[in-house]
Each structure stands twice: as C-alpha cells, then as structure tokens.
C-alpha cells in the first residue's frame, strides 16, 4: 500500500530521552532523519537515513555521520545493506533478520552445550544466511559506547550459515583492543563442522595484563556438552610453551 516517507530533524534530543543508557554523563543525540520503509509480516522494505549524527556530551561532539539502510525482499530471500562511515555491511537471508540470533545460536550452543539451558533441545532447523561486515574508523562511536575499545580499520567480519546447519565464517583485523590489553594481526575462523563447534584464534601478539605472548595459537572445541582449549605459543625470550584443558 502507499506509504508516506518520514522526515525529523532532532537537534539535541538527550539519550535518556530516546531510551539509550550513555553511560551516567550528560549526552545529547543530534541528526535529521528519512525513513521510508514498509514491512510486511516481518520483513522490510525500503530505506533509512540517518543525516549528520552527532552524540554531545562533556568531552564534546562526537561526530558519527550519516547512517544509510537500504532493506528489500526478493520472495523469501530478505536483503539488508549498511553503509555509514564506521561500518559497512550486508545481511542476506531466506528467513528474516530477527530470527537470525535465534537460528545462529540454534546451530551452536543449543546444539552443542545444551546443558547450558534449562529446557530439553529439540532441534529446530534453521534458515540460509550470509552476514559481511566491513569496519572503518569506529573510534568516536566506540568512545561514547565502549570507551577503552578499539577496532582497527578494514576489520572484517563473514559468517555464512546453511538450512541443514552448517556455520562457517571468520574474522580479521590487524588490531583488537580493550585498554591495554589486545590481539594483533588476529585471524579468527570457527565453524561447526564434524558434528563439533570449533574456533581457532591466529595472532602475531597477544597481551592481557600483565599475560603476554607471541604467536599464540588458540584452539578451542565444543561437542556433546564437552569443551576442550588449546594454547601454543612463544614468550619474548624466545622460549615457547603449550597448554591443553579437556
């Protein structure tokens, strides 16, 4: 049916006022917005524009820019692209978006901890999926959100899951920090293929504290309410060791 586009300029509207925690200091939210979507049962079609988004606190003005949503369906297939200037990404699904954390989690922990839960798993089946995420420059939205958290430039993020359950996907990123501790030069892959959750972490450096290490090679496993965690790694004296927990 006809739809009528929605404009708004909000030019200093606070946090609290829209719902969002800001972290207990004064914060304003500043933007125009376009939207001008349809949705049917739980699909979306159409777009969304978020024009000049600006957080303002004590600190100052955080400028994130424009946030740009583009949704379509193509019979059960829903598409769903972001473009703004911290993140690029794509969701595809023959199921829609807001079942796809419940299918996700349906494929790994259900499946694999279900002791976890307190009902009994039944398998549920899930849909056909495909998630890319491209990150750029996240450091004032990170500041305001997760301050101490950083993600570097082209950053990646795919992750691709099938109806008959199978997970595959992967990250990269040359660094990941939180304060002053981080991973660098980190290739991450997980899947869930022989019947098992599996995740291996590669990185050229890893600190925690006062922990450090070079090389770390991180592998860890989840199968029939049973996890197992592998470490190998060298120490800046040139030595190595390794580590297993089953």
């Given at each position: 049916k006809p739809r009528d586009p929605i404009e708004r300029q909000t030019p200093a509207a606070t946090l609290a006022a829209l719902g969002i925690d800001a972290g207990g200091k004064l914060s304003r939210v500043a933007t125009g917005l376009h939207a001008d979507l349809i949705r049917t049962g739980e699909r979306f079609d159409g777009d969304l524009r978020i024009a000049d988004l600006r957080l303002i606190d004590d600190d100052g003005i955080h400028r994130i820019g424009d946030i740009v949503v583009d949704a379509r369906t193509d019979g059960d297939w829903q598409e769903i692209d972001l473009n703004s200037n911290f993140l690029e990404g794509r969701f595809r699904g023959d199921r829609p978006v807001t079942r796809f954390a419940a299918d996700l989690q349906e494929i790994t922990l259900r499946r694999e901890l279900s002791g976890l839960y307190t009902d009994e798993y039944?398998?549920?089946?899930?849909?056909?999926?495909?998630?890319?995420?491209?990150?750029?420059?996240?450091?004032?939205?990170?500041?305001?959100?997760?301050?101490?958290?950083?993600?570097?430039?082209s950053t990646g993020l795919t992750l691709s899951v099938t109806d008959a359950g199978r997970l595959d996907g992967g990250i990269t990123s040359e660094r990941i920090a939180f304060d002053k501790n981080y991973l660098r030069n980190v290739e991450l892959r997980f899947d869930n293929s022989h019947d098992a959750l599996f995740a291996s972490i590669l990185s050229s450096e890893l600190r925690a504290g006062t922990l450090a290490m070079l090389n770390p090679a991180i592998n860890a496993g989840a199968n029939d309410n049973h996890l197992s965690l592998g470490v190998h790694y060298d120490n800046f004296s040139g030595t190595g060791g390794e580590a297993t927990i089953d």
């Open positions: 039944v398998p549920a089946g899930c849909g056909n999926y495909q998630v890319d995420l491209n990150f750029h420059d996240t450091r004032e939205l990170l500041a305001r959100f997760a301050p101490g958290t950083y993600i570097s430039e």
